[in-house]
């Protein structure tokens, strides 16, 4: 089993940052990939930005060129730098990690951008 803890999340005014970190613990092995999700009010769940292990990115595009997925294999922890933050971008905030092809999910962190 994988368990996930996020961190930082909150409220942050239109143009302004956060930093959200998840750090794994638990069996840790064959991590394929771990990356972040979210899902606004009235929404599907959507992938904001995924990192492999062999350390290449994905990003859906409305997220392009204002976060940037990164981890830290020593720390089992993956981070999202979210910079020029818009009312859009309100939503929980999930990280998620494939071992195996199993997914594992951390328990959401809100953000919320006013305007």
């Known amino acids: 089993q994988v368990q996930l803890v996020e961190s930082g999340g909150g409220l942050v005014q239109a143009g302004g940052s956060l930093r959200l970190s998840c750090e794994a613990s638990?069996?840790?092995?064959?991590?394929?990939?771990m990356g972040w999700y979210r899902q606004a009010p009235g929404k599907q769940r959507e992938m904001v930005a995924v990192v492999t292990s062999g350390g290449s990115a994905t990003y859906a595009d409305s997220v392009k060129g204002r976060f940037t997925i990164s981890k830290d294999n020593a720390k089992n922890t993956v981070y999202l730098q979210m910079n020029s933050l818009k009312p859009e971008d309100t939503a929980v905030y999930y990280c998620?990690?494939?071992?195996?092809?199993?997914?594992?999910w951390g328990q959401g962190t809100q953000v919320t951008v006013s305007s």
């Open positions: 998620n990690v494939l071992q195996l092809l199993r997914p594992y």
């Open positions: 638990g069996s840790i092995f064959s991590i394929s990939a």
